[in-house]
Nanobody
Framework: QVTLVESGGGLVQPGGSLRLSCLASGFTFSSWAMTWYRQAPGKERELVARVSTAGSSTDYADSVKGRFTISRDNTKNRVYLQMDSLEPEDTAVYYC?????????WGKGTLVTVSS
């Protein structure tokens, strides 16, 4: 059973930082690319960042390039999202995602609120 559990969200002031973590289980973590998505209130879910199986290749949404960093630790079955220079527009629920054999799996999400 694939399980993804996000953590690390919270309230942060503009310009601040947060580090999200996603703990994966139920599959061979090191064999699959991992992705972070987010969904802001009233908006569609959007891709934020993706990391390859070994962590050597990453992709980012234009809106977060230079501010967010995705990484993974295959020894701990975890994927991370380091978020710096946060803006109010980054307020959203952040989800961890893996797509395996045509099926997508999601965590329940962690809420990030950027506000003064």
């Amino acid at each position: 059973q694939v399980t993804l559990v996000e953590s690390g969200g919270g309230l942060v002031q503009p310009g601040g930082s947060l580090r999200l973590s996603c703990l994966a289980s139920g599959f061979t973590f090191s064999s699959w690319a991992m992705t972070w998505y987010r969904q802001a209130p009233g908006k569609e879910r959007e891709l934020v960042a993706r990391v390859s199986t070994a962590g050597s290749s990453t992709d980012y949404a234009d809106s977060v390039k230079g501010r967010f960093t995705i990484s993974r630790d295959n020894t701990k079955n975890r994927v991370y999202l380091q978020m710096d220079s946060l803006e109010p527009e980054d307020t959203a629920v952040y989800y961890c995602n893996v797509k395996r054999y045509g099926l997508e799996y999601w965590g329940k999400g962690t809420l990030v609120t950027v506000s003064s």
